[in-house]
């Protein structure tokens, strides 16, 4: 077996490092004192601003062990997904998840804490799935680790996926194992002239067709459908579903990370989820449909509270993702959960974080 494993030579500097941070969180458990954790600051507009004092976590990096042939990678924290990357295609293979960054600096820790997924996220599976195991520091300034760092060793996984998501409010990310995939041998992108509805229509369908697609798409009156996989495979499923054919992938990584024409708008931005084949939805401004439809990005001034009615009659819910300090402080960032669900998040969070240290007030104002 392939291995390649950097813990032995950086198991005292990691010590050092987790020491480090530990000492860092027993003085903020000790003070009372909260902590807005941060790595690379690249999606610090998600979720409310933080006023609590920065614990920078970059300093914590570097790849822990990599097993190429097991498909599991560790890394720590303050690793970027750069380096990351870069590390994972020299042997052919990625993030399947396909995360985006928003900035070179973004970490791995800021990543798995917002559980950001791209384009393939219908068709490969959200970041959670991916995440086998995770080591961090708790709210009592103790180091744990949750799952394990392969397929076969994954007790305790349930919390190893409540961390994923829980945007640094449940304890801080030391390291992360994630489960890795082989870079597809191919991909193509085929385009087609289409209206929003049958956009909708003809990207739900694929979804029961045994092609490989791994990303759909409409934007601006185009809709986009990314193929993966060997050479002969696409290339028959690309005569089959029809449409220009375009080798460039740059559509992809550029609505991955919002660097798209849509994107250039100043107005509040909204992200939508909804089930399957629903409808437009009767709102003003600009939408574009990812995840089949399933995911839209809607620019609008309309009011808050007609956005999140609209979603949630039709079984979704609505993120205020880029806005105003006042709208978001006004609207809330997140839709708010049931009474009931709001008491177990609670529950979660004293069980975690019983001093409230770890990023108060990032996710809902209640703590």
């Not at 970027?80 to 791995?108: I, K, R, W």
Request: charged letters at 20%; aromatic letters at 6%.
């Amino acid at each position: 077996m392939s291995t390649t494993d950097l813990s032995s030579s950086n198991t005292s500097a990691d010590n050092d490092l987790t020491d480090t941070l530990q000492q860092r969180v027993t003085e903020a458990v000790e003070k009372k004192q909260p902590l807005n954790l941060r790595g690379g600051a690249s999606k610090e507009f998600i979720g409310f601003a933080s006023t609590a004092t920065t614990l920078d976590v970059s300093g914590h990096t570097g790849i822990v062990s990599y097993e190429p042939t097991e498909l599991v990678i560790t890394a720590r924290g303050g690793t970027t997904l750069e380096s990351l990357n870069a590390t994972l295609t020299q042997h052919g293979q990625m993030l399947p998840f396909e995360p985006p960054a928003f900035s070179p600096a973004a970490t791995l820790g800021g990543t798995i804490a917002c559980a950001l997924s791209g384009p393939a996220r219908p068709y490969r599976g959200a970041t959670r799935d991916y995440v086998l195991g995770c080591r961090v520091i708790n709210g009592h300034a103790h180091a744990l680790r949750f799952g394990g760092e392969v397929m076969k060793n994954v007790a305790g996984y349930d919390v190893t996926r409540l961390m994923t998501g829980a945007m640094g409010t449940l304890g801080l990310l030391l390291d992360t194992s994630l489960k890795v995939l082989p870079l597809p041998e191919q991909e193509l992108t085929l385009i087609t002239e289409s209206t929003a509805a049958q956009a909708i229509e003809d990207m739900q369908s694929m979804a029961g067709l045994s092609q490989p697609v791994t990303a759909s798409a409409f934007i601006d009156g185009r809709k986009y459908i990314r193929l993966s996989g060997a050479n002969n495979a696409i290339t028959a499923a690309a005569k089959t579903i029809g449409g220009e054919i375009s080798s460039s992938q740059q559509v992809w990584s550029d609505l991955r990370e919002h660097k798209l024409e849509f994107f250039n708008s100043d107005l509040p931005l909204w992200r939508i989820s909804v089930p399957p084949l629903t409808p437009e939805l009767p709102l003003s401004g600009k939408c574009l449909y990812d995840w089949a439809g399933m995911q839209r990005w809607l620019f609008s001034t309309d009011d808050p509270t007609v956005i999140r009615s609209a979603v949630e009659s039709n079984g979704g819910h609505a993120t205020l993702y880029r806005a105003s300090a006042t709208l978001k402080n006004n609207a809330g960032v997140f839709q708010q959960p049931e009474a009931s669900i709001m008491q177990l998040h609670k529950r979660i969070k004293d069980e975690f974080d019983p001093h409230g240290i770890f990023n108060p007030g990032r996710m809902y104002t209640e703590f």
